[in-house]
T-cell receptor
Framework: GAVVSQHPSWVICKSGTSVKIECRSL??????MFWYRQFPKQSLMLMAT?????????EQGVEKDKFLINHASLTLSTLTVTSAHPEDSSFYIC????????????????FGDGTRLSIL | GESVGLHLPTLSVQEGDNSIINCAYS??????FIWYKQESGKGPQFIID?????DKRQGQRVTVLLNKTVKHLSLQIAATQPGDSAVYFC???????????FGTGTRLTVIP
């Protein structure tokens, strides 16, 4: 499966700061990447689908102006949490679909090791 | 040992025993299912998948069973090892759609 790298793995910052998280597909050209959020002892919830060269598709209830997604190349998607507040503290995980360019399906998805975001 | 998924999110087994982790999925239109393993502080790791045209699929030490009639999925781990300790999630998908819906997860603890 695809090898996915996330950076940074852990961020602690003050309330009001904007934080950028990078997701890289190291061995696969990914037209589609996915961003999830996971609160402690809970399951993963899909936030948005990142599409290379076009706008991201956000899930219901996810503020697109707060969680900015950029997928400028086939190997990199970024998630920027703007003006972060303590309630944004969570584990953010990206994934890469298996379909790639010309692929039929984006499953199974392969995940990065996540970014733990702590807002003070 | 056996878990009942949503109602018993923890499962403890002795090393060497077989483990069975259960999952009830919600969408009758789902036709593709994946089991993931998540260790503490890491992202989910793909274990095994199954499509709805099958009712059983085997991997290395793992078997997934699918019962579409009752919308039930299980993961069997043979000869459970301490390294198998993790949270296990089932995920469901409708072919062609991007969305992958995760279950609540079951924490497996292997007792040496």
């Amino acid at each position: 499966g695809a090898v996915v790298s996330q950076h940074p793995s852990w961020v602690i910052c003050k309330s009001g700061t904007s934080v950028k998280i990078e997701c890289r597909s190291l061995d696969f050209q990914a037209t589609t990447m996915f961003w999830y959020r996971q609160f402690p002892k809970q399951s993963l919830m899909l936030m948005a689908t990142s599409n290379e060269g076009s706008k991201a598709t956000y899930e219901q209830g996810v503020e697109k102006d707060k969680f900015l997604i950029n997928h400028a190349s086939l190997t990199l998607s970024t998630l920027t949490v703007t003006s972060a507040h303590p309630e944004d503290s969570s584990f953010y995980i990206c994934s890469v679909g298996s379909g790639g360019r010309g692929g039929y399906s984006n499953q199974p998805q392969h995940f990065g090791d996540g970014t733990r975001l702590s807002i003070l | 040992g056996e878990s009942v998924g949503l109602h018993l999110p923890t499962l403890s087994v002795q090393e060497g025993d077989n483990s069975i982790i259960n999952c009830a999925y919600s969408n009758s239109a789902s036709d593709y299912f994946i089991w993931y393993k998540q260790e503490s502080g890491k992202g989910p790791q793909f274990i095994i998948d199954i499509r709805s045209n099958m009712d059983k699929r085997q991997g290395q030490r793992v078997t997934v069973l699918l019962n579409k009639t009752v919308k039930h999925l299980s993961l069997q781990i043979a000869a459970t090892q301490p390294g198998d300790s993790a949270v296990y999630f089932c995920a469901e998908n409708i072919s062609g759609a991007n969305n992958l819906f995760f279950g609540t997860g079951t924490r497996l603890t292997v007792i040496p």
